[in-house]
């Protein structure tokens, strides 16, 4: 056993399943468990986690926090194996790269969705599986990169294998950490379903990596401050949202939801301009001097079909626009001139004009009701090349992995650690 110990780890994901059947190899087992704590897990090293992502999550998170210190082998099982094809248990301790019950699978299966039967179906018709916005194959080759050269791969079905130390780092850490990013949300994502027809693609088929974003939470930054500056596409600063801070004039791109915060742009004779993309509705809050009246502009709507300007304190509608106005993929410039017309323009065209009885702005608010689709940067200075963005988190906004997840699915992403 001592020799099987310096060689040999088993990796369990467990939910509520009976582990008995691993006591003779308890010395070696690491159980993930994510139900309940049965008495026998006391036999057992334990890491608790949340019930999300199937094995697959589990997996993959076991390498993420194990990458530098993996055993030789690494048997990963689920918490019950014997409704599973599986091989027995003295096999997957052979001195191979990888083994496991295989079938052979045709990969043009995988270019249509799956045809989820039984239990599986069931979990889609009551909304607890989360169905992929992706083809596996699509998902495979674009999203994660795989190679897909050959037109018949081998599938482990149930997901119980052992694999050696040099086929997992025989891929960057990165890779593993991107794939955790479609699993890591939902208790049972389709993309799950996806690894379970994959594992030995991604640990025998070559990748292509992604272009990376690194990002940095509560510190300002200079070039100097960050290593292997070049390999970064960009680079994003997270700032605590602290009321009138002045942020020394650095571009900030705002991520608010549900709650007006107050900024100041740069005003020139009641002229100033924001610069926006998404694909929701952003808010801009005008406020007057001497009066209590606010104008509210809405860009884009529920649908980013209408755009409208409306009485904030009657709560009605003075004027609409009606077409798309914002862009998820690009900054879209909006100009304000107040005077005593009202004339806003979007890239330099018109969309808003009326007469105004309001003169001196106070104050110039903005929000979003969605978390994850408006991006504001109102400096004058914007550079639209600059590696280096800076953002605002509140407490409205501190998941800044479901920020990335939302939003920068073609880019690896990962902490810069000064």
Same mark, same amino acid.
């Given at each position: 056993?001592?020799?099987i110990?310096?060689? !040999?780890q088993?990796?369990?994901?467990r939910?509520? @399943? ?9 010395? %070696?087992?690491l ?5 309940n704590?049965?008495?026998?897990l ?14 697959s999550?589990?997996? /993959? =998170?076991h390498i993420?926090?194990?990458y530098d210190n /993996? ?7 689920? *918490?019950?194996i ?21 079938n052979?699978? &045709?990969?043009?299966?995988l270019?249509s969705?799956i045809?989820h039967i039984g239990?599986?179906?069931n ?8 169905l ?13 990169g795989?190679? %897909?050269?050959e037109e ?5 079905w *149930?997901a119980?294998?052992?694999v050696?130390?040099d086929?997992i780092?025989s891929?960057p850490? +990165?890779?593993?950490?991107n794939?955790?990013r479609y +699993?890591?949300?939902h208790?049972?994502? @389709?993309e799950g379903?996806?690894?379970e ?5 991604i640990f025998?088929n070559?990748?292509?990596p992604k ?8 510190? $300002? #930054? @200079?070039?100097?401050?960050i290593?292997?500056?070049?390999d970064y @596409? &960009?680079?994003h ?8 801070k ?5 571009i900030?791109?705002y991520?608010?939801y ?6 100041f742009?740069?005003?020139d004779?009641n002229?100033f ?6 694909t929701?509705d952003?808010?801009?809050?005008l406020e007057f001097?001497?009066?209590e009246?606010?104008?509210e502009f809405?860009l884009?709507?529920?649908?980013n079909s209408r755009?409208?300007?409306?009485? !904030?304190?009657?709560n009605?509608i003075?004027?609409?626009?009606e077409g798309?106005v #914002?862009?998820? !993929?690009e =900054?879209?410039?909006f100009?304000f001139?107040i ?7 979007k890239n330099? +065209?018109? %969309? ?6 309001? /003169?001196?702005i106070k ?8 978390n ?7 400096e004058?200075?914007f550079i ?5 963005? $800076?953002y ?5 906004y501190?998941?800044?992995k479901?920020? !990335?997840?939302?939003?920068?699915l073609?880019y $690896? ?6």
């Amino acid at each position: 056993m001592d020799d099987i110990k310096k060689k !040999y780890q088993i990796v369990v994901s467990r939910y509520k @399943e009976d582990i008995s059947w691993l006591i003779l190899f308890k010395n %070696i087992t690491l159980v993930y468990n994510k139900g309940n704590n049965d008495h026998l897990l006391s036999k057992f090293d334990t890491v608790q986690l949340p019930n999300i992502g199937r094995e697959s999550h589990t997996y /993959l =998170y076991h390498i993420v926090q194990n990458y530098d210190n /993996l055993a030789d082998h690494t048997i990963f099982f689920q *918490g019950k194996i014997n409704d599973h094809k599986v091989l027995d248990i003295e096999d997957y301790f052979k001195n191979d790269n990888f083994i496991a019950k295989f079938n052979k699978f &045709e990969i043009n299966i995988l270019k249509s969705n799956i045809n989820h039967i039984g239990k599986w179906k069931n979990d889609i018709i009551t909304g607890r599986m989360k169905l992929s916005k992706y083809l596996p194959y699509d998902w495979l080759t674009n999203q994660i990169g795989i190679c %897909i050269n050959e037109e018949f791969t081998k599938i482990v079905w *149930g997901a119980n294998f052992s694999v050696h130390r040099d086929l997992i780092l025989s891929k960057p850490k +990165i890779f593993y950490q991107n794939i955790l990013r479609y +699993i890591e949300d939902h208790i049972n994502p @389709e993309e799950g379903h996806f690894l379970e027809r994959s594992w030995y693609m991604i640990f025998h088929n070559n990748f292509i990596p992604k272009s990376k974003i690194g990002y940095v939470e509560d510190i $300002y #930054l @200079e070039n100097k401050n960050i290593k292997n500056i070049e390999d970064y @596409e &960009e680079i994003h600063v997270w700032l605590d949202y602290i009321p009138n801070k002045d942020y020394n004039n650095i571009i900030l791109n705002y991520v608010i939801y549900n709650k007006y915060i107050t900024v100041f742009p740069k005003i020139d004779n009641n002229i100033f301009y924001f610069m926006i993309k998404g694909t929701n509705d952003a808010h801009i809050l005008l406020e007057f001097e001497e009066t209590e009246f606010k104008y509210e502009f809405i860009l884009g709507g529920w649908s980013n079909s209408r755009a409208v300007i409306r009485d !904030y304190n009657n709560n009605t509608i003075i004027h609409s626009y009606e077409g798309s106005v #914002l862009n998820k !993929y690009e =900054y879209i410039k909006f100009e304000f001139n107040i005077s005593n017309e009202i004339n806003i323009t979007k890239n330099n +065209i018109s %969309i808003f004009n009326f007469k105004n009885e309001y /003169l001196n702005i106070k104050n110039i608010k903005i929000k979003s009701y969605f978390n994850s689709d408006i991006f504001w940067d109102y400096e004058s200075k914007f550079i639209e090349n600059s590696k280096f963005k $800076y953002y605002l988190k509140n407490d409205t906004y501190k998941d800044i992995k479901k920020f !990335y997840n939302n939003n920068y699915l073609d880019y $690896y992403v990962e902490k810069i650690i000064i």
